[in-house]
């Protein structure tokens, strides 16, 4: 009688004890599969990324050595949270750039980071901007890599044009979603993905193409209270088509 009363007690004990949890703080039930845990080998050191990035420059035709220019991409409040002042100014001091952050507007959660400077070091700091974004704060269940040369780094851009003259422009580009930016008029959000060199070339063709003139100042962009339909697609670990394929069999054998 009483060895079944303390198995009982043990088996109650293992079904009230939590699970495990990973370096997020994210709690798993005893049997699920674990993340794998991410070493330091899954992200490059930020000097590495900086020394990759000075590689690469603008080309003759799509800007002068001294040309000045504004790119704007467009983060959530967590986001710009990260992008503190210590930040903001090492970025000035290594891309000799301008970087300024949009304040909060009522209940939206976009804000805009803007950076000014010649065309080449824009883009190098806004790259750089979205390895930091991707690497320590979208990064939560810290499955994804990001090395030099994999193509997993989102820059949502801002971009002013038509419809018709942004379309005549993309259909030279990969990898490209555009969108108007909520009601402002000629204002589109393009949400590039890729690797460094391919967004370093699609951000130039843009920026070259479509320079901000109307939407040079922040206080010119309306932000309204909504979540734009890109981001649901970082919330979650990213998976193959092999992974989603098992996936599917998975099910269906369930269902059998």
Not at 26 to 32: F, H, K, P, Q, T
Request: proline share 3%.
């Amino acid at each position: 009688m009483h060895a079944r009363k303390n198995a009982r007690s043990s088996r109650k004990r293992a079904l009230d004890s939590p699970g495990p949890r990973n370096d997020s703080g994210l709690l798993y039930s005893a049997g699920d599969a674990l993340p794998p845990q991410q070493s330091a080998e899954n992200i490059v050191a930020e000097a590495k990324v900086k020394q990759y990035l000075a590689r690469h420059t603008a080309t003759e035709k799509d800007a002068e050595s001294d040309e000045r220019v504004l790119v704007k991409t467009v983060v959530c409040d967590t986001e710009a949270a990260a992008l503190d002042l210590a930040t903001l100014d090492a970025l000035k001091s290594a891309f000799l750039v301008n970087v300024s952050i949009s304040g909060k507007q009522g209940l939206s959660i976009d804000r805009i980071v803007t950076v000014d400077g010649t065309l080449t070091s824009c883009i190098r700091c806004a790259l750089y901007i979205a390895f930091l974004l991707a690497s320590k704060v979208n990064n939560v269940l810290k499955r994804d890599a990001f090395t030099l040369k994999l193509a997993n780094y989102n820059v949502d851009l801002l971009v002013e044009a038509s419809g018709t003259q942004l379309d005549r422009t993309l259909v030279q580009l990969k990898d490209v979603d555009s969108a108007p930016f909520q009601n402002n008029a000629d204002l589109h959000v393009a949400t590039l993905r890729g690797d460094f060199t391919s967004l370093f070339q699609t951000i130039c063709r843009l920026v070259h193409c479509h320079p901000l003139t109307m939407y040079a100042t922040d206080e010119a962009i309306e932000l309204l209270p909504s979540v734009r339909i890109h981001d649901a697609d970082f919330m979650y670990p990213r998976t193959t088509e092999d992974q989603r394929e098992k996936l599917s069999q998975f099910l269906r054998s369930q269902a059998t």
